[in-house]
């Protein structure tokens, strides 16, 4: 099997021109499996990163699931466990997004996604039978959890990742950080989860370019934005192809326990929650490009910008006068109203 892991790092770009008056402060730390950009600007700017860099070791402590030590790692040994704030927090936002997504994310997912192989890198394709005995383990709704105590326990079997979410999770917990030091110009790229605090220090907004899911030295476009999360779930980032000639990647259809084909092959979603803008681009992903056209009529509250494996782009009508598309010959460009 041919193995190929793109770096999360390089999901997205950022284009940082146009702040030369005033001098950055940068990080660049590795946590939660990927390369994460810190960087701010102006009074505060010190303090805003080291808390940031201290936020996203402590969640990687708390939320990994292959950490003997963490929270996540006890709950899925079986214990019950008494959550840390930012752990019931998580869990009860991460409970929500999926069942607004009718259940396109699940945080139960792990044992599908450990099948695979996604969780050390030794694919597989697991059989029908296998995908079917585990998917028994998989679902959300049955999560036991008292939000008064914050304990919670899993069924037999069942286990919790956080994988979709936690980046999207963390980059929240970052912008509260920040923004305490009274810093008002910041950019948090957690491995292609990225968050812009304030404009640039010249009061524009910031570029960030999302990564052409065709071309990994390219980017697809640009979005201009303030105060704003922007997430891509692409396929491109984690596969493998199998001894079939199929493409599988980490971007699972909980209903089918195998990697979502939808036709969609990146989704980029725009809002103010970061954590939302995770759950949601993974949810869509999986949806593919109607049923999450239906989901954003029904629900807003979010931009997005989807790509099809056959070379269209869509946006929805929020960000039609802050995305650029680069290339016009290679990509068709539709605007959702
Ligand atoms: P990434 O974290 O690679 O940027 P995503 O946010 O889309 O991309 O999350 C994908 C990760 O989430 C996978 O690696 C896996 O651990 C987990 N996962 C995959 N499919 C789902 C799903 N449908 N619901 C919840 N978690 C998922
Ligand atoms: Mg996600």
Redo the contacts with the bound molecule.
Sequence with gaps: MRIKTLS?AV?ITLFLCGCSEAKPVSETVFAMD?VMEFTAYGEGADDAVNLAVQAVRRLDGLLS?TDPNSEVFALNSGETVELSPDTAVLLTKSLAI?TLTG????????P??KAWG??TSEYTIPQPSTISDLLEKVGYNKVVFDGNTRTVSLPEGMEI????????YASDVCVKEMTSTGVKSALINL???VCAIGTKTDGTPWNIAIKDPNNSDKYLGLLSVADKAV????GY??YFTGDDGEVYW?????SAGMP?KSGLIS?TVICESGVYA??L???L??MGKERAIEFWREFGGFDAVLVSDDGQVYITSGIENSFTLRDTDLYTLSIFE
């Design positions: 999360a999901l990927t699931a999926s259940g396109a994310v699940d945080i139960t997912i792990y599908i996604v996604f969780t990742d956080f994988g979709a979410v936690a980046k999207g491995g292609g989860n997430v891509t779930s692409g980032e984690r980490h971007i699972m259809d909980p979502a989704v995770d759950g681009s993974t949810a992903f999986v």
